[in-house]
């Protein structure tokens, strides 16, 4: 299984403001995601993120308010623009398990208030 | 939309009581995952079960799929304070992107 860091663990932000979120992967892997989980609800993809190409946004998500980058095989950052207090949730990334299994295995999540 | 849809919402069980939680979900899919998450951290994947598959266990998980109904179970038997969480079923569909939507999640709590 893949073990997956983020950067930061939690942080409290103006509203107008944006802020980069960092997913570190132990192994190479081909699809990360990135997903959001607004207080006390579940978790909404946000977009799927292949190295070497554009990120695939789901509906209701645009790159403008949430840019990603996947430079390499083990690392991705989603970044959070132009914040306001609808934005406070916990962003998690995730990596698919490339063994074929069709699990993902995620990161601990980085918890965002904005104030 | 959410596919996904957990009920109980909310789960309260002493410890060594079985918990059973359930998903039903709206389209075809090729399988359906269950994950654990404690407090807010990150998911645990728990189990996986195949669309032509109807029941597996592991160790005191044991889960179900009756595809014609759309439905899913999740059972924990014998449980435990550690056991407290929250529990998301998520379905897995194969197309241009093979993804995953989580349903709502039933939160459990095991006291002791």
């Known amino acids: 299984s893949a073990v997956i860091s983020q950067k930061p663990s939690r942080d409290i932000c103006q509203r107008g403001t944006s802020l980069t979120i960092q997913c570190q992967v132990d192994?190479?892997?081909?699809?990360m995601f990135w997903y959001r989980q607004q207080p006390g609800q579940s978790l909404t993809l946000i977009a799927t993120?292949?190295?070497?190409?554009?990120?695939?946004?789901e509906s209701g998500f645009v790159i403008d308010k949430f840019p990603i980058s996947r430079p390499n095989l083990t690392f991705s950052t989603l970044t959070v623009s132009n914040m306001s207090p609808e934005d406070s949730s916990i962003y998690l990334c995730?990596?698919?398990?490339?063994?074929?299994?069709?699990?993902?295995?995620f990161g601990p999540g980085t918890r965002l208030l904005v104030l | 939309s959410q596919q996904g849809e957990e009920d109980p919402q909310a789960l309260s069980i002493q410890e060594g009581e079985n918990a059973t939680m359930n998903c039903s979900y709206k389209?075809?899919?090729?399988?359906l995952q269950w994950y654990r998450q404690n407090s807010g951290r990150g998911l645990v994947h728990l189990i996986l079960?195949?669309?032509?598959?109807r029941e597996k266990h592991s160790g005191r998980l044991r889960v179900t799929l009756d595809t014609s109904k759309k439905s899913s179970s999740l059972l924990i038997t014998a449980s435990r304070a550690a056991d407290t969480a929250s529990y998301f079923c998520?379905?897995?569909?194969?197309?241009?992107?093979?993804?995953?939507?989580f349903g709502k999640g039933t939160l459990l709590t095991v006291n002791p």
């Open positions: 079960i195949r669309s032509n598959e």
């Open positions: 998520a379905t897995g569909r194969r197309g241009s992107n093979y993804k995953l939507t």
């Open positions: 192994s190479q892997v081909t699809m």
């Open positions: 389209t075809s899919i090729n399988n």
């Open positions: 995730s990596v698919e398990d490339d063994t074929g299994r069709e699990t993902q295995y």
């Open positions: 993120a292949n190295q070497g190409s554009e990120a695939t946004y």
